[in-house]
Structures are given as structure tokens and as C-alpha cells.
């Protein structure tokens, strides 16, 4: 590397939000002052193992130092301990005992002390409810052991039926928090064992109609923005993330130069009070300027999710990398991220565990984006554990650049590299969730196009050798026939469900399209989307998601009508059948047929916030087909169907009101249909 500083010192951590820009706060500025650059890495967990652009990093002596964090898989908090022993690299942990090393960590102990005495004393807390972390993280466990013994010294029971594990998630402990207040009611406070599992706690109670504070008190940890903003004010522990950062530079620093460092430290948290435990209302500045603070948030949130719906819009249809670079590049102004760069990997790597050596894979950067606008990439290819090529490894030593891999299952295709400036964590897992799939999407689709030209060129030189062989005609036939046969499967049929695949879905809708252009004769393509499969995947992992495709795909296989009806699986989680010769009512019942079969399948959903069971969400489309229309008019009339039956609900059918043209065969489609529940059908418009 040939950067402007001494080297590099990474923190590693399963997240890119509050938590990481706290600690990382005074980090930077310290290094600095060290010729010491830093960059954050984010271990995700959606894939078990470690990153193997992580495994490079490390083992390659690229980094001085590590700061690591607890991640969220306990195998790779596992596989990242044995590792850094292994290699020997100072290492400094936050918010982990390990014994002989090295560790800052908050003092849970009495901030949570602090906390539970607030509430028995001052609010008359006498039955909570537990929000735990992670079985596995330590500042979890210690949190808990904390409260237990502070509700034991104020004589409160605690009631082992009222303990759930959020997961630090707010979507989980949402879900966890409605299924207890479902059969009791008797709850009069939420402790919360972080402030996003908090924020999810607010909504659960307002969802089942009860006051803050007034009805339940609720309580977080961290004490990020969030917990200022939101209304009321939520009563939390302020754990110095920036001071613990410091302390664990500092500690680094003198491992570095080589003098003793105490194997533990531990930095003091404070309680701070806000009006989630308030037991009387006080209207004041402090909270008018809460209120105006949760107003802006709001109108940012808004922004930020009208521009990832653009961005996953934006990606749907591209079929190459460079589109796919072109999309993103478009979008990152409106998110205020000022720099991104993208390596493509040459060969997607397996994690270490299968025997490849990381070290040797290479990479290429394919995205270039600087201050407001993209540079053309340098075309040489070079060392993954290098991040950046030389003309532009000056960058990691300007500001602080996460590094987040993009993994299909367990290879890794391509690394993100971007600044956090003023983005949510959601912003950026939103944008680092669609470039993944659709740059998964891309490249698999490549790797089977360049599988079928090399069956073509199998073909051409198989049937030359035939044709010289006069006697052996008969051979060369039925060897060109079956490798023929292998080429328009592999072109057609999706690896994983065994239907037809997007290429299949474009050439059938675009000959419909063609064959009964001003006939008269209706054309109908219902879109189908897998209601929150993400959540699924999370949840029950990728074989067993792998598993519930496959059923959906039978499911739609067994709906359709005739010879000429076309079951396929379009990309990811969406669906969509062709259906010639099919009028609003007809396709109506090819919609309603698949419903029914999913619900006899009945593939178990517990994350799912619509049902119990895996559901789907259908945006059906019915046009008579004249010679000007276009194929991407017709499948965004679905598609925008679609959306707007997830937007109402999920789990429904949504019918487009007109698509844009000539004429239009679609009636009024709510005049006489209705969904599973009774309800009368949503149309869109235009």
C-alpha cells in the first residue's frame, strides 16, 4: 500500500450504525495523530464465517492493530478469537472479557443498578418485562445479571414468563413484545436491554393502545440519538461509547509502542432520564425540542426510504455489472454518501474453512465515486486484502471508510467500501442489501451464459468430429441432441426451482405480446413477491429458504391453467406467471388457486408480521395486446401492482386499473372480487 500513513488499524464489528460512529469518534483523531489510519470492517450475519476479504486482511500484516467488538454469530466471534491469537496482532476488545487479553468494556453494572432503582423507587415499578440481547454477547449477559440482582435488592420478583430475547433488534423485540401483551396485561414496564430493541418496544405498545409512560413505563441502553428524539424522550443508560473508543486507542496505542496494559478497564455509564418513565406529563422546552427533533428525523426517514424504493427500482432491471454501477451511482447523492467504491472479486471465494487460500484472490475495482460523481476505475486487478488499488489507497487514510463484503451464501463475490457521513444504519444495510442481491443476480446469471456459450462452442466442435465420422452418424446425432437438450435447459429452466427462469419469462411474455398483438385477445402476468422472505432467510437460514422457494415454485407450477400458461421465477423472492388468453376473472382465479395451494403448504413464518405462515403478495396486470406496446409498460403495470398490494398490507391481490396505451382490457377490478379476508381488491392507477 502506498497511503499517506503509517498503516492501518481496523475495527471490526457486525454493524454500521450509532453504536460503530460513537466509538469511532474520538478513535480517528487519535490515530491520527499516530500516522495511524482507521477503517471499519462489518462481519454481517447473514452468512456463517468469516468474510474471507477479512481473513486476507488479517493474516496478510496489512493492519498494525485490530479494535474488535462482539459480532453476532457466536461461531464467528469464535473463528475471529482463534484467529487473532493465532496471528499474534495487538488487539484491543470492547465489551469482552477474554482472560490474559485485552478488554475495555462499559460498566453495566451500574448504569443498569441506576436504572432498575429509578424505576421501583421513583416510578413503582413492580412487574417488567425483559428484553435480553444476544444469548452469547457478554455486555447481554451482564446487563441482565445486573438487573436481576438490583430487582432482588428492591424485593421485585422477576417473572421468568415475562424474559424474551430481542436480539438488540427492534423488528424482533417488536414481535416479541406483541405476542406477551396477547396474553398479559399486567405488564407496567419494558426494560429494554438496548435503545433500537427500546424504540421497537414504543411501537408495540402504541399498536396495542398503551401510553407511554403513563400505562408502561420503557427503558433502553446506549443512549444513542434516537432515544432524544423519539417522543416521549426514552429514559435510558449512556454507556460512553466515545470514552470507551479513546480508552481502547489508547490501549492499542501502548501495545504498539510495547509498554503494560491492564487486561481490563472499565469506563463508567450514567442513567439518563427522559419522559418514557416520567410519571408526571411536563410539557417544557426540553420536550417541544424533542418534538421538533422527532419531526426531523421523521422527514429524513421519509427521504431516505422514497430514495432506497428509487434505488430497488432502479436495480430490477439491470442485467449487467456496469448497469448495475450506473443505478447505484445515481442514488448515493440523495443518501449523502460522499465516497463509494466497489472490487469485484475474479473468483468468488469460499470462507477459509473450505481450504482456499484468500490471500492469493484478487479483485478489481468496478465503481470509483468521489465527491458527487464517479471516476473511471483503474483496470488492473490486485490483491484483495489491499482494499483499494494504489492510485487510490491514499483514500483510506481520509475519513473513515466500512468495508462491507457482499456474500452468496458462502462465497464472496465483491466488497463495498463507503463513507458513513450522516446516514442511518438503515440507509446503509438498505443500500448494502440491494446491491448484494442484485449484484448476486448479475453475476450467476453471467456464470450460466458463460456455461451455455461453452456448450455452444462443446456443440460446434463435437459436431465437426461427427461429421468426419461417417460411420459413427448415428452417435453424433444423439450426442449433439443431448447437448443441445442440456444448452436450453441451462438457458431456460432456474437451478434452484426448477421452473422457468427470467430469460424463459421475457422470450414467452415478448412472443404472447407478438402473437396476439390486435387480436383482440387479453394477455394477463401476475407478479408474485414472497412476503418478507429477508426476515425468513434471517431467521431459518438459506437452505431452509432455499426449501420454501422450491414449494412456492411447485405451488405456481400446480396453479396455472393450460399448455400455454407460463409458471417463473423472475429474481429472488418474485414470481410471476403469463397466462394467455386470460381476462381479469380468469387470472383472478389462477391468483386465488395459488393462495389456496400456499395455504395448504402452510411453510411455517414465525418473523413474519402478516401471518403465521409464509404468504404471498400478487399484482396482477390484463391487457389485449396491440402491436405498440411494450413489454416493460406491461410488467411495471404488474409490478406497480404489486407494490401497492405490499404497501396495503401483504398477503393480498392488487389488480392495475389501466395500463397505458391505446386501449385497455381491464374492467373495473373491484367490482366483484375479494381477497382471503373479505376485503375489496386496491387498484392503481396509470
Not at 317 to 337: M, N, R, W, Y
Request: with cysteine.
Amino acid at each position: 500500500m502506498t497511503g499517506t500513513s503509517k498503516g492501518l488499524v481496523a475495527l471490526v464489528s457486525s454493524g454500521i450504525n450509532s453504536y460503530q460512529a460513537d466509538l469511532m469518534a474520538r478513535m480517528r483523531p487519535s490515530l491520527a495523530e499516530h500516522d495511524l489510519s482507521l477503517i471499519l470492517y462489518v462481519n454481517t450475519p447473514y452468512s456463517p464465517g468469516l468474510p474471507p476479504s477479512l481473513i486476507a486482511l488479517l493474516r496478510t500484516g496489512q493492519l498494525r492493530g485490530v479494535i474488535a467488538t462482539p459480532v453476532s454469530l457466536a461461531q464467528d466471534e469464535e473463528e475471529l478469537d482463534r484467529l487473532l491469537t493465532e496471528l499474534g496482532l495487538p488487539t484491543v476488545r470492547i465489551g469482552k472479557v477474554i482472560p490474559g487479553a485485552t478488554c475495555i468494556r462499559g460498566d453495566n453494572e451500574t448504569g443498569m443498578t441506576a436504572l432498575v432503582t429509578h424505576l421501583v423507587e421513583d416510578a413503582g415499578m413492580h412487574c417488567p418485562l425483559l428484553v435480553r440481547g444476544l444469548a452469547h454477547q457478554p455486555d447481554s449477559l451482564a446487563r441482565e445479571t445486573a438487573i436481576r440482582e438490583a430487582m432482588a435488592a428492591h424485593g421485585v420478583p422477576v417473572d421468568e414468563d415475562l424474559v424474551v430475547d430481542g436480539r438488540f433488534r427492534s423488528d424482533i423485540a417488536y414481535q416479541q413484545v406483541r405476542q406477551i401483551l396477547s396474553r398479559r396485561r399486567d405488564v407496567d414496564a419494558v426494560i429494554a436491554f438496548n435503545d433500537q430493541m427500546a424504540l421497537g418496544v414504543l411501537d408495540a405498545l402504541g399498536d396495542e393502545g398503551l401510553e407511554v409512560p403513563g400505562q408502561v413505563l420503557v427503558t433502553g441502553y446506549d443512549d444513542e440519538p434516537a432515544a432524544a428524539s423519539t417522543w416521549p424522550g426514552l429514559t435510558t443508560v449512556n454507556p460512553d461509547l466515545e470514552g470507551q473508543g479513546s480508552v481502547a486507542v489508547a490501549a492499542l496505542l501502548a501495545k504498539l509502542d510495547g509498554r503494560p496494559v491492564p487486561d481490563e478497564t472499565v469506563v463508567p455509564s450514567r442513567l439518563v432520564v427522559r419522559g418514557s418513565t416520567m410519571t408526571f406529563r411536563r410539557l417544557g422546552i426540553d420536550e417541544r425540542a424533542a418534538a421538533i427533533a422527532n419531526g426531523r428525523e421523521a422527514r429524513k426517514r421519509a427521504t431516505w426510504q422514497d430514495a432506497l424504493v428509487g434505488l430497488n427500482r432502479a436495480m430490477l432491471p439491470c442485467h449487467t455489472v456496469d448497469q448495475v454501477i450506473t443505478s447505484l451511482s445515481e442514488k448515493l447523492t440523495a443518501f449523502g454518501i460522499d465516497r463509494c467504491f466497489v472490487a469485484l472479486h475474479e473468483d468468488p471465494t469460499e470462507s477459509a474453512g473450505a481450504g482456499v487460500d484468500v490471500t492469493a484472490t484478487r479483485t478489481r475495482l468496478v465503481m470509483d465515486y468521489r465527491e458527487g460523481r464517479t471516476f473511471p476505475p483503474p483496470p488492473a486487478w490486485f490483491p484483495v486484502h489491499q482494499l483499494l488499488p494504489d492510485e487510490l489507497s491514499g483514500e483510506l487514510a481520509k475519513g473513515i471508510l466500512a468495508v462491507l463484503p457482499v456474500m452468496s451464501g458462502p462465497r464472496e463475490l465483491a466488497c463495498i467500501i463507503l463513507e458513513r457521513v450522516s446516514v442511518r444504519d438503515l440507509v446503509l444495510h438498505g443500500v448494502h442489501m440491494d446491491l448484494s442481491r442484485t449484484l448476486e443476480a448479475v453475476i450467476n446469471t453471467q456464470k450460466l451464459e458463460q456455461h451455455a456459450a461453452n456448450l455452444e462452442l462443446l456443440v460446434e466442435a463435437r459436431t465437426r468430429e461427427l461429421l468426419a465420422e461417417v460411420t459413427g452418424r448415428r452417435l453424433a446425432e444423439e450426442e449433439l441432441h443431448r447437448a443441445n437438450a442440456e444448452l436450453q435447459r441451462s438457458l431456460l429452466l432456474d437451478g434452484l426451482t426448477r421452473i422457468a427462469n427470467r430469460v424463459a419469462f421475457q422470450e414467452h411474455l415478448d412472443r404472447q405480446l407478438r402473437d396476439l398483438a390486435d387480436t383482440g385477445r387479453e394477455l394477463a402476468l401476475l407478479m408474485v413477491d414472497v412476503d418478507l422472505f429477508k426476515k425468513y432467510n434471517d431467521h431459518y437460514g438459506h437452505v431452509t429458504g432455499d426449501r420454501a422457494l422450491q414449494t412456492v415454485a411447485r405451488c405456481l407450477r400446480e396453479s396455472v391453467r393450460q399448455h400455454g400458461d407460463l409458471a417463473c421465477r423472475y429474481g429472488g423472492e418474485e414470481f410471476a406467471i403469463i397466462l394467455p388468453d386470460a381476462g381479469v376473472k380468469e387470472a383472478m382465479m389462477v391468483a386465488r388457486r395459488l393462495r389456496a395451494r400456499l395455504a395448504e403448504e402452510a411453510i411455517p413464518h414465525a418473523t413474519s408480521t402478516v401471518s403465521t405462515v409464509v404468504t404471498a403478495s400478487i399484482g396482477l396486470a390484463v391487457v389485449q395486446p396491440t402491436s405498440g406496446l411494450q413489454l416493460e409498460t406491461f410488467v411495471e403495470a404488474a409490478d406497480g401492482a404489486l407494490y401497492l398490494a405490499k404497501s396495503l398490507g401483504r398477503d393480498r391481490i392488487s389488480v392495475a386499473a389501466r395500463i397505458p396505451g391505446p386501449r385497455s382490457a381491464n374492467p373495473d377490478p373491484g367490482r366483484d372480487a375479494a381477497d382471503h379476508t373479505g376485503n375489496e381488491l386496491s387498484t392503481t392507477q396509470g
